[in-house]
């Protein structure tokens, strides 16, 4: 009980801050006014060139599977999708890719990569049925335009539109994530290697990557952040030495992506698939290399093993939220910054409490309303998974339907209207500097 209580009394710091905002003004459908470019960070704020605060309310945006391009232009025109992001009222997309993309994009024609992945996967069907989809739905895709080429064209849509764009290097080869076989955890240069959780995870090519997007960005105006690793996760003998390897990695990322492209927000994640920032309470991470640009990273699904629900107790589970990485919001400490809850979400099809709980599960809707609670009791940043109805393949399958998008399968519009009701409790801000 001790414990418990030093944890409530955490949580309760944290959500003690004061000044009320006005909420924002109506949106107008279709088009935002993007925020004075760059933003910075200022005690846990956000803030743009005039030193207002920016709340990110992001929406992610698959582009690190094996086609390397962002999904869902086989469905729909990518006016079409950037729209619907902007008339829902996101202001941001979390924008992921793999380190791949960056050594394959600049010179890999679509058309190349969705023949060669084909033929690696034996799945003519992703050539010959859903590639055609494409150019029919987004003509503008023509023989010589590369993968590269269409993460600008998705990038500079949306900004055109008023949105802002996060880029995540979600895994170093371009598959679905994330796993601790999948060979995209954790670095390979870090001690206690094994082949399951690193073999893919080259440090030096993820260096490079990061540095490229960082100077690619840089002729993408709409391009506001780079978070420098998704999701990473230690398994078997890694991160056994007080997490030496994290600090070390982290902040050459840091530094390079900062001389690369000076007007970036950096974004760090924690271990433990980005749940886990607790040693930052003992040993701040050097961060002066990017001052005023540092913002942490936080995930938490239902099933995510650091915050456990097993009395269904939602004051435990915003507890555990506190205690592992929402901590960073109390204000002038060494680790005091921004904090974005960069994934949660939930299945959008619940079955047997269906009508009870507006198609979701009973043990999602616990948890989605436990977490949309924390979340405006702290007015965090945060980018919902995931705007994807489908991918042009996953796992194997072609043309797969996500049940997770927030999207319906044609990426029409929503999937489960429920579930925009869930979160619009997020949009306000109610908090500021
Ligand atoms: C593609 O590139 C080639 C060589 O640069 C050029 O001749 C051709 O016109 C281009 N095709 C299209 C559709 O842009
Ligand atoms: C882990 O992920 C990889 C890549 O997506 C996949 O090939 C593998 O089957 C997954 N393993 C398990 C146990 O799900």
Not at 4 to 16: E, K
């Amino acid at each position: 009980m001790k414990v418990l209580s030093l944890l409530l009394t955490l949580v309760t710091g944290i959500s003690a801050l004061p000044n009320p905002l006005p909420q924002d003004p109506a949106p107008t459908p279709g088009v935002k006014t993007p925020p004075p470019l760059p933003l910075s960070t200022s005690s846990r704020w956000i803030l743009d060139a005039n030193n207002k605060r920016v709340k990110l309310r992001c929406i992610n945006w698959a582009g690190h599977l094996e086609t390397n391009i962002p999904e869902g232009l086989h469905r729909q025109p990518l006016d079409y999708i950037t729209t619907w992001i902007a008339t829902q009222n996101f202001n941001c997309v979390r924008l992921t890719f793999s380190s791949d993309l960056t050594f394959s994009g600049p010179t890999t024609p679509v058309h190349t990569s969705f023949t060669t992945v084909s033929q690696q996967q034996s799945k003519p069907a992703l050539i010959n049925d859903i590639y055609p989809l494409i150019i029919t739905k987004n003509p503008w895709i023509t023989p010589n335009t590369t993968t590269l080429d269409v993460f600008a064209a998705v990038v500079d849509t949306l900004w055109s539109k008023g949105i802002i764009t996060i880029l995540d290097n979600h895994v170093s080869k371009a598959s679905w994530c994330c796993n601790l076989t999948d060979g995209n955890g954790w670095w390979d240069t870090a001690s206690g290697y094994n082949p399951f959780n690193s073999r893919f995870f080259s440090t030096s090519s993820w260096l490079s990557s990061l540095a490229f997007m960082a100077t690619w960005a840089k002729s993408h105006p709409g391009v506001v952040g780079l978070g420098l690793r998704n999701e990473l996760r230690a398994f078997l003998l890694q991160d056994l030495n007080g997490r030496r390897d994290w600090y070390a990695n982290i902040q050459r990322a840091g530094n390079l992506v900062h001389q690369a492209n000076k007007d970036l927000l950096i974004l760090v994640g924690g271990a433990q698939s980005s749940t886990d920032l607790v040693h930052l309470k003992t040993r701040m991470l050097d961060t002066s290399g990017w001052e005023g640009k540092n913002v942490w990273e936080m995930h938490a699904y239902s099933f995510t093993v650091t915050f456990p629900d097993p009395f269904k107790n939602c004051d435990l589970v915003k507890a555990g939220y506190g205690f592992w990485s929402g901590f960073v919001l109390e204000q002038d400490r060494p680790y005091t910054g921004p904090l974005i809850m960069s994934e949660f979400g939930v299945g959008m099809q619940g079955s047997e409490v269906d009508s009870q709980y507006g198609g979701l599960n009973e043990q999602d809707h616990r948890y989605l309303d436990c977490l949309v609670g924390y979340l405006e009791g702290n007015d965090a940043e945060w980018a919902v998974w995931a705007i994807q109805g489908g991918y042009y393949i996953r796992e194997g399958t072609v043309d797969y339907d996500e049940t997770w998008g927030l999207m319906d399968r044609e990426w029409k519009g929503w999937r489960n209207e429920r579930f925009r009701q869930k979160i619009q409790g997020l949009y306000a801000v109610t908090q500021g500097p």
